[in-house]
């Protein structure tokens, strides 16, 4: 049910939301409770920081009542969750992992160079 929460709401947000604050967005998961009362949306910014991404989701939690609407529409469920917009720190987290992982590659690389030059030089 998650999984069909997430694609609607990914273009309701694209095609229904008119709130400037909300731009290119990323719906990268939904945990939905066993008795579907309740909705939490994780979203990232397309090319955002974190002040951005707790904006969206801050403009996303002002319009849940409208998504929920619209969402109960087009799924035809006897009960709706309660939809709770959360920023979504892992991809910033996987960015900054990867980043510190090429300059770790990148410092391995330049000092096994550094030792080559110096047993030619033997």
Known sequence: MGDQIQR???EL???EVRDPRVGMVTVSGVDVT???AHAKVYVTPLGGNREE????AEALNHASSFLRKLLGQRLRLRTV???KF???ES???GARLSALIDQAVGERSSDAAG???SNQDK
């Open 53 to 56: 991404g707790v904006e969206l």
């Open 86 to 88: 959360v920023y979504d």
């Open 115 to 117: 030792e080559d030059e």
């Open 13 to 15: 947000i694209r095609d």
């Open 8 to 10: 609607e709401l990914a």
């Open 81 to 83: 969750p309660a939809l």
């Open 34 to 36: 066993r008795d579907l």
């Open 91 to 93: 991809f910033e987290r």
